[in-house]
């Protein structure tokens, strides 16, 4: 019912304020949307397994006044991270303080980030993140990841106003959450730094993704492997390796339909792109090279995806800059062009798009034969504590069982 309530309110904002364009008490309404999604992440109980398992090791770390050196050593466990559940398990022995800080500062600088960036279209783009899925994925497993993602994109807006220093603190300390944001930064780096930015440059080196991937499936595996091997710390290395070559992270996505829908993905946003390159300033705030960067990013990570499936997850960093270019593509060339009585209607059968692209992910089948939304749904909070049993078979699989002892 949670997600009905906060998914409704979303649409009705969404249609007075992004389509209708309506101003009054607009930014009320954005902080009240933002801090319930705040709440539904922060006070929910048992959900995300990999969550679960992060109150398992919460409930084995050291306080403040008992870290050692050990509780550093592991690449699953940044300084930053380590940091964190030592400070809150010293204020309060509760995994529930470590999961609200986590979901008020990644859910609080998205949000920034989103208001900043897309003042005008910024509840269309909640909306759509809620839609889809990914606010789920984020803010209900990848606890570390979310922290990381929100310190990321603080620092693309630190690039977007020219503050050096601002932008390497915020890499940094996004890096110090979790490891994987590496890629993430030299990704961005690299493309926005080194590579001319022209468009051209960017479609022809999709392109050479996509030949590569149809070519040598396996082509960036051996590369991950071997760069492994010239990791000083152990443990990351093996990590590397396991994500290069693990079923679960690897190409068990490959099929013929899946290699068309990667092409036509790319055709897609090259044509969106080029359409809202004239009204692209009247919706988005960052300069369009910085905007430019981060979309073709994005595309070049979806097109390696069948090769080295683990580099999906660096999507999760660019995402919302491709959800930028769509909403902006839905409200300035589709909706915009029609009258006003019918904006509402167009904005509602647009909006069938993430809803099936989110119901598609929802209704698949796990390994353990359950839906995936038995994941998330339905929803637990610390109130009311239920278990679900088709929930509790994931936590179960990863050894992360409900205990009276630990009581999360």
Known sequence: MIYLIVFIYLLYLSIHYDILENNSYKWTH??????????????????????????????????????????????????????????CKSIWNDFLLVQFVVAAFGIGMIGHFIRKACPSLCFFVLLCYLAGGLYN???????????????????????NDRKTKKFLLYFLVAVLFHVFTVLAVFL?????????RKPAIYWLLCVAMIVSVLVGIDFIAPMAEGAALFLPNEDMASQITMYSTSEWFGNGDLSITNYVWMVAQLGVYVFMFHKTQVIYPQYVRLK????????????LLACSRYSFMILYRMIDYFYFFTLFLSVMFAKGILIDRIVRRQKVLVFCVLLLFPLFFGAKSWLAIDDLGCYVYTRYYPYSSVFDKSLDPEREKHHLLRGEGWSRYNDY
């Open 188 to 196: 961005f780096v690299i493309g926005y730094y080194l590579i001319p």
């Open 30 to 87: 954005y902080k009240i949307v933002v801090t319930l999604l705040i709440l539904v992440a922060g006070l929910r109980w048992r959900i995300g397994s990999d969550t679960v398992g992060y109150a398992s090791e919460f409930y084995l770390s050291h306080d403040l006044f008992h870290l050692e050196w050990g509780d550093f050593e592991s690449p699953m466990r940044m300084p930053l991270w380590v940091l964190l559940n030592a400070t």
């Open 288 to 299: 369009q090279d910085v905007f430019q960067t981060c979309v073709c990013i994005s595309l």
């Open 137 to 159: 994925h984020i803010h209900f497993e990848l606890m570390r990841g979310s922290l990381s993602l929100g310190f990321f994109l603080l620092g693309i807006l630190a690039v």
